[in-house]
C-alpha cells in the first residue's frame, strides 16, 4: 500500500485511500476474503502450471499438441477429443474430478477451403494496415483446423 502512495497514485474517487479500495475489495468478495494474502493465489497459478503440463504431455505421447493460451488450448479440429481426454486426466489427478462430463466435442463445421488474401476480407483489411510497414501476408496463410 505504501508504493502505490509513494508513487502518487490516488485512490479512486469514491474511496478515501487505498486501505478503502481493499476493503472493499474484501467485504464484495467475504466468502473468500479469508485467503487473501495467504499465497493461495501463487498456489493456484502452480497448480494450473502442472494442469497445463501434464496435458501437453500427454498429447505428445499421443503425437498430437496443442497450443496453451490463458484459461485455454487451441488444436485441431480432429484431435479435440484427445486433448478432451488428457484435461479430464489432468483435471481428475490434481483435482480429483474430471473438467467435462461428456467427451463429445461441440459438432464444428469445417471450412470448404483454406482462408486466404484472395477469399478473405480479413486478410485483405490486413493487407492494407500491412502496406504501411511496407509488407504483406503471405497469400496461402492456412487456416488452423
Known amino acids: 500500500m505504501g508504493s502505490l502512495e509513494a508513487n502518487k497514485l490516488k485512490a479512486p474517487k469514491e474511496h478515501k485511500n487505498w486501505k478503502g479500495v481493499l476493503d472493499a475489495i474484501q467485504q464484495y468478495h467475504e466468502p473468500i476474503a479469508h485467503n487473501f494474502y495467504k499465497g493461495i493465489g501463487l498456489e493456484l497459478q502452480a497448480l494450473d502450471s502442472q494442469i497445463v503440463e501434464k496435458v ?3 498429447l505428445i505421447e499421443q503425437n498430437t499438441i496443442a497450443l496453451p493460451v490463458h ?25 480429483g474430478s474430471d473438467l ?25 483489411r490486413r493487407n492494407n494496415y500491412l502496406k504501411r ?12 483446423v
Open 56 to 58: 501437453l504431455l500427454d
Open 100 to 124: 467435462f462430463i461428456s467427451l463429445e466435442p461441440r459438432k464444428l463445421e469445417e471450412p470448404t477451403k483454406a482462408l486466404t488474401v484472395k477469399n478473405s476480407d480479413f486478410y485483405k
Open 133 to 144: 510497414f511496407n509488407t504483406q501476408e503471405d497469400p496461402k496463410e492456412p487456416y488452423l
Open 71 to 95: 484459461d485455454s488450448f487451441l488444436c485441431k479440429l480432429k484431435d479435440m477429443k484427445v486433448l478432451i481426454e488428457a484435461m479430464n486426466e489432468a483435471t481428475k489427478q490434481y483435482l
